[in-house]
């Protein structure tokens, strides 16, 4: 019998997961990755193997309610009985927010799970339901080592100048801080990148999916990140707000036109390109739209990038290499192109062609700023986390 990691992502109706062989020496190879969605309403099962190839289905029926202890006994049975002698020997799980009380990966045992429910009151969106995950797991198999792994740990390196709000101490004392976030993301292109270009010292990241965010690291380590005490914060996300003056959600909660549930809601779900374009929060559906609206989503969503680039070029001291990852930054030629003719100030010059072709170098051979296209793999930085972690 061979050991495997499985690695959990908890959402509220769904539960992502990926299974990784945990004898093989010096890597972790990929066995299967999967997914359970719409778990209140029409649970269905799918899982591929490490190529992509689908390996299997199951349907609970329509009408149907599974809660996460369900969903995740079902999956680690059927890992159990289909990866030929691999037995799960311990589980990672990610958790967005790990508070003043872990800034590196943390086995779960005691209390943790009180203090990382406790902090959900500052992230509602997943920081409840990862938790939820590694609670139903620890109930469903009592033996099986987890451990958390958080994305606000990769930002404990920023200065206390960045991580402080202007706000008085008893306020701060709260937990009121720059948080940030897609922490586990910057980890792993942290260790990417010198792979690629291992004289950059000065390096922003953009990681741009459905969530989106921007990070400065100086020599690998985070020094600045768009995020702050919660990830509605920083740049405009698929249907996330992104930066709105405090001034204004004043004005609304004023004004009677949402109570601070529904502008929560609201600010989450509804804002962000899909407010803006007031057709889809997707990238894809709104590059092939020639709707103005959808063409102005696209231009603010680059603006604001703009921004964050020039301010965090003058935290670094400059800039020596630009990475793109996750979904948008990974796949949209057309917002990668945009970006970079904003930055060409910064000394960036992007090669049309390989931007076309999705790099991994974007850049031409004179640029000041290599530019490159990096994929990320979070569930990969999360199994060696866990192993690491149990191991030592």
């Keep these: 019998m061979s050991d495997a ?3 959990v992502n908890a959402g509220s109706t769904s539960l992502k997961f990926a299974a990784y062989d945990a004898d093989a020496a010096g890597s972790l190879p990929l ?6 969605d719409s778990m209140q309403g029409d ?3 799918v899982v591929q193997n490490a190529a992509g190839k689908p390996l299997d289905t199951h349907e609970w029926g ?9 969903a995740l006994r079902f999956v680690i049975t059927w890992l159990e009985a289909n990866l030929a002698g691999k037995k799960v020997w311990a589980a990672g799980h990610r958790v967005v927010l790990g508070g003043t009380r872990f800034e590196a990966p943390a086995r779960i045992d005691g209390d943790v799970l009180d203090y990382l429910e406790s902090l959900a009151v500052m992230e509602p969106s997943h920081q409840i339901f990862n938790v939820r995950g590694a609670r139903a797991l620890a109930e469903a198999f009592p033996g099986l080592p987890q451990v958390a792994c958080f994305d606000s740990s990769f930002h404990r390196t920023m200065p206390e100048v960045a991580q402080n709000y202007a706000l008085p101490k008893h306020v701060r004392d709260t937990g009121v801080r720059h948080w940030g976030y897609h922490g586990i993301s910057y980890d792993y292109i942290s260790r990417q990148l010198p792979k690629f270009a291992p004289r950059a010292r000065r390096v922003i990241v953009a990681h741009l999916g459905g969530g989106a965010s921007m990070c400065a690291m100086l020599d690998g380590r985070s020094v600045e990140t768009s995020m702050g005490f919660a990830g509605v914060s920083g740049l405009p996300m698929a249907t996330r707000s ?3 003056p405090p001034g204004a959600l004043f004005y609304l909660l004023r ?3 949402f109570d601070d549930t529904s502008l929560e809601k609201m600010l989450y779900e509804r804002a962000g390109l899909l407010g803006l374009s007031g057709i889809s929060g997707d990238m894809r559906v709104l590059q092939e739209s020639q709707d103005p609206h959808a063409v102005a989503a696209i231009a603010h969503f680059v603006y604001a990038m703009t921004k964050y680039a020039g301010a965090y070029a003058a935290v670094l001291g400059g800039l020596d290499a630009f990475v793109f990852t996750a979904g948008i930054g990974e796949h949209s030629a057309p917002v990668r192109a945009a970006l ?11 090669d049309e062609r390989a931007n076309n072709s999705g790099g991994p170098c974007v850049s031409t051979a004179d640029s000041g700023v290599s530019v490159w296209v990096i994929p990320t793999n979070e569930e990969l930085m999360i199994a060696q986390h866990t192993l690491a972690l149990l191991n030592s």
Aim: charged share 25%.
């Design 5 to 7: 990691i499985i690695v």
């Design 31 to 36: 066995l299967c990755r999967g997914r359970i």
């Design 43 to 45: 649970p269905h099962f």
């Design 62 to 70: 329509d009408g149907q309610a599974i809660d996460h202890g369900t």
């Design 242 to 244: 992104g930066d709105v």
């Design 255 to 257: 004004r009677k036109l």
């Design 340 to 350: 970079c003719a904003k930055l060409a100030w910064l000394g960036v010059k992007l």
